[in-house]
T-cell receptor
Framework: SQQGEEDPQALSIQEGENATMNCSYKTSINNLQWYRQNSGRGLVHLIL?????REKHSGRLRVTLDTSKKSSSLLITASRAADTASYYC????????????FGQGTTLQVKP | DGGITQSPKYLFRKEGQNVTLSCEQN?????MYWYRQDPGQGLRLIYYSQIVNDFQKGDIAEGYSVSREKKESFPLTVTSAQKNPTAFYLC?????????????FGSGTQLSVL
């Protein structure tokens, strides 16, 4: 079952611009995670935000969580060509410990 | 280097054949997972194991089987009952079976049908 839906499905920007990706989910969650996947590779964990947190930063990444709207956003500032990848949100539902449900992802292309 | 190793990177299956995908981790993690990824889609959970000698069905377990006889190993067998096996398969692990753990992924195996 797919819990997260991401928007947009694809995003193309110029190097130096900011990229914003959104994730919506349907049921209550324990936390929400963001992962990155380069083409043909495995996923790499970026950041985890708990249900009682509203915002979290890691380097050029900023994640927000609005549990009342059941949505999260990932902002990448000052993007680089190396940020080109697919980005996925994943949620852990209340009671479903350890089981992550992934969204369908946003494909980001950063043009040099 | 610590991490998760999946092999082979590419695998071809003939009709009626069972194939096994290998996943080994040296992170000393208790929990391990198998996900399937189809083009342009997210990951869907096939099987997971919270601890050695235990495993549970995920959302799309039909046509697949697993074992967890050793902590570091979680092989996935794609059986002939899986009629549409062509996909990218990802193995992952986490320190414990907990909602607060992040997953570490292998590099994946691309399975295709001949």
């Amino acid at each position: 079952s797919q819990q997260g839906e991401e928007d947009p499905q694809a995003l193309s920007i110029q190097e130096g611009e900011n990229a914003t990706m959104n994730c919506s989910y349907k049921t209550s969650i324990n936390n929400l995670q963001w992962y990155r996947q380069n083409s043909g590779r495995g996923l790499v964990h970026l950041i985890l935000i708990r249900s009682n947190e509203r915002e979290k930063h890691s380097g050029r990444l900023r994640v927000t969580l609005d549990t009342s709207k059941k949505s999260s956003s990932l902002l990448i500032t000052a993007s680089r060509a190396a940020d080109t990848a697919s980005y996925y949100c994943a949620t852990s539902g209340v009671g479903n410990t350890g089981k992550l449900i992934f969204g369908q992802g946003t494909t980001l292309q950063v043009k040099p | 280097d610590g991490g998760i190793t999946q092999s082979p990177k590419y695998l071809f299956r003939k009709e009626g054949q069972n194939v096994t995908l290998s996943c080994e981790q040296n992170l000393n993690h208790d929990a391990m997972y198998w996900y399937r990824q189809d083009p342009g889609q997210g990951l869907r959970l096939i099987y997971y194991s919270q601890i050695v000698n235990d495993f549970q069905k995920g959302d799309i377990a039909e046509g697949y089987s697993v074992s967890r006889e050793k902590k570091e190993s979680f092989p996935l067998t794609v059986t002939s009952a899986q009629k549409n096996p062509t996909a990218f398969y990802l193995c992952a692990s986490s320190m414990t079976w907990s909602s607060n753990e992040k997953l570490f992924f292998g590099s994946g195996t691309q399975l295709s049908v001949l």
